[in-house]
């Protein structure tokens, strides 16, 4: 079996995602248990117990779910569709908990002024981060406020110059790789998250340009965000694992002798309530209970994945250079059976 480091994979000849690939232990560890392995790291000013960032999807982060994740070391980014960013301006968030907010492209420089009394980071959400009007307001804010800039999204790094170069803080890294998100299928465009995430983290590299990397999409279990962090993501930010949860906006539903909440992309027609071009959908997933319970899921995954890696901290998983490419078989082979 070859083992691949980070430019192996790179200059893999088909386009990755992280069911194809697995990290692999090639050292003796160090680590006498998983609870020795660091997870903090540090992400716009700010230090995190866990590199975990919520997406600002309307059915993800509201107000409760941006405090929960602060009060577990993670960052909640506040969506901009419901009246979560309101409440934010009238008071009404509850705790001094939320530190990121997402704006559109034609949020006025007095929201944001207001905005910046209660937050830090800035994220312009759209679903291109590879367009002249992101570039012209990240450098407006830039130069008009004192705030961290997260834009995205983009799918590799050819651009990634461009970004940095008027004032970009950390990009989103993924398109249509979300798992109710259309684009790839509705435009053609879009690339396995592994790929993507090697092709910006190398244009960083070779570049030298101070920019985060957030793996944003395709995240599917504690596993994928091990395999993110190794691939050198700074954070992870997750959509579908914390939809379901009891912080997550919207109400349970019983269907089926089941529990359910609504899950929607941020392009979907329950969001734009018009009729335009659709790039999301709607669905329900199960109801999850507490948003803790998922976080710590997560936390114990990665400081397994860490300890089988002997990597006690997160900037050691991200110097991560051993993985191997999975045929399917090896991939359905490594699936729990029922």
């Known amino acids: 079996m070859k083992i691949y480091s980070k ?7 088909m386009s990755l995602t992280y069911d194809d690939i697995s990290l692999v232990p090639v050292e ?6 998983r609870s020795v392995a660091d997870t903090s790291t540090e992400f716009l000013g700010l230090n995190l117990g866990l590199p975990i960032l919520s997406s600002p999807m309307d059915t993800v982060t509201g107000i409760e779910m941006a405090n929960a994740l602060n009060e577990l070391g993670c960052l909640g980014i506040l969506n901009r569709f419901d009246s979560s960013v309101e409440k934010l301006l009238n008071n009404e968030a509850g705790s001094d908990g939320v530190k990121s907010v997402s704006i559109g492209l034609n949020t006025p420089d007095d929201i944001i ?3 910046l009394e209660k937050v830090s980071i800035i994220c312009i959400d759209t679903a291109n981060a590879n367009n002249l009007e992101v570039l012209k307001k990240t450098e407006h804010i830039k130069n008009n406020f004192d705030a961290y800039v997260i834009v995205g999204n983009t799918a590799n790094g050819k651009t990634l110059k461009q970004l940095v170069d008027a004032g970009a803080d950390a990009v ?7 798992s109710v998100c259309t684009t790839s299928v509705q435009t053609g465009i879009g690339i396995g998250q592994v790929s993507s995430l090697l092709d910006v983290y190398f244009a960083r590299e070779e570049g030298k340009l101070n920019i985060k990397i957030i793996a944003d999409g395709g995240i599917k279990n504690p596993g994928d965000v091990a395999k993110a962090l190794a691939l050198g993501a700074d954070t992870v930010m997750l959509g579908r694992l914390l939809a379901g949860t009891r912080e997550a906006p919207g109400e349970v539903i019983k269907y089926n002798d089941q529990l359910w909440k609504k899950y929607r992309g941020s392009a979907s027609f329950g969001v734009k309530m018009k009729n335009e071009f659709i790039e999301g959908e709607e669905t329900m997933v199960p109801y999850k209970g507490h948003v803790r319970n998922v976080i710590n899921a997560i936390s114990d995954g990665v400081r397994s994945a860490m300890s089988y890696m002997n990597k006690l901290t ?3 998983l991200r110097q991560t250079e051993s993985f191997a490419v999975l045929s399917n078989s090896s991939y359905l082979e490594r699936l729990p059976k029922k």
């Open 28 to 33: 003796i560890s160090k680590a006498k248990s």
């Open 113 to 115: 002024s207001k905005l």
């Open 7 to 13: 430019a192996g994979l790179n200059d893999y000849s």
């Open 172 to 178: 989103r890294v993924g398109i249509g790789g979300g």
């Open 314 to 316: 997160i900037e050691e």
